[in-house]
């Protein structure tokens, strides 16, 4: 009976222990840890791929796009800006003032090819005017180049000349005038492309009482004046009248 007992208990032991060896086996196995430790870095990386610490930071796409908006959104510069920009595109293109409409101080360049005694350069009067040889006065105020060139064509070719050709271009521009809160008012030399910050410049500045912008510019385009409301990168045309504000304290 004993003896019986001995083998039951010897057998128990043996089974047990067999059981246990796997188990121990893989807790040792060097791969199993790694595999353990694998697991484990990619449950942190998911975790860190999720954290962040500033809740403001946690948009979707359409936030995101409605945040993109708000910042770049049109500021009330900007759009007055555009105004400005889009009044002198009409008279104004990449390759220069090719729309500019001519008005008194503009001095002009006719070359009538062939007549060196008819070609000259012309200032266009307080009228609006100038005088060639044998055609006499033409208006040329609120004309464009293109424009008065071939008025001149014209008359030439009823009278004078057969089939004439005739070139037009400006010289120099009529002087722009600005006043106001600038040290040095008055009327100045127009150079094309500049801006009103250019011709704030030319003027001396502020006075320490200007307020910077926006500033008035008053335009002519053919028979009427405009009022624009122009900042410092506001394109300045021919003839312009600047006007540069107080600032209110």
Known sequence: ??????????????????????????????????????????????????????????????????????????????????????V?????????????????????????????????????DGQGRISLPLIGQVQAQNKTVNELQ??????????????PRISVEVTNYRPFYIYGQVNKPGSYPYVSGMTVRQAIALAGGYTRRASEEPVSITRTTLDELIDIEGYLKTVVLPGDTIEVYRRLF
Do not use: H
């Open 1 to 86: 009976m004993q003896g019986t007992l001995r083998i039951w208990t010897l057998a128990i032991i043996l089974a047990t222990g067999m059981a246990a060896l796997p188990i121990m086996a893989s807790a040792q196995d060097p791969r199993n840890q790694s595999l353990d430790l694998e697991v484990d870095d990619d449950d942190l990386l998911e975790l860190e791929s999720f954290k962040n610490d500033d809740p403001d930071k946690v948009l979707g796409a359409e936030d995101e796009a409605a945040e993109k908006d708000a910042e770049g959104g049109e500021t009330a510069e900007d759009a007055a800006a555009a105004k400005a920009k889009a």
């Open 88 to 124: 002198s595109e009409e008279l104004i293109d990449k390759s220069g003032l090719q729309e500019y409409r001519l008005g008194p101080g503009d001095r002009l360049s006719v070359v009538v090819f062939g007549q060196d005694d008819l070609s000259g350069e012309l200032a266009v």
């Open 150 to 163: 071939q008025i001149v064509t014209d008359l030439f070719a009823n009278d004078y000349l057969i089939d």
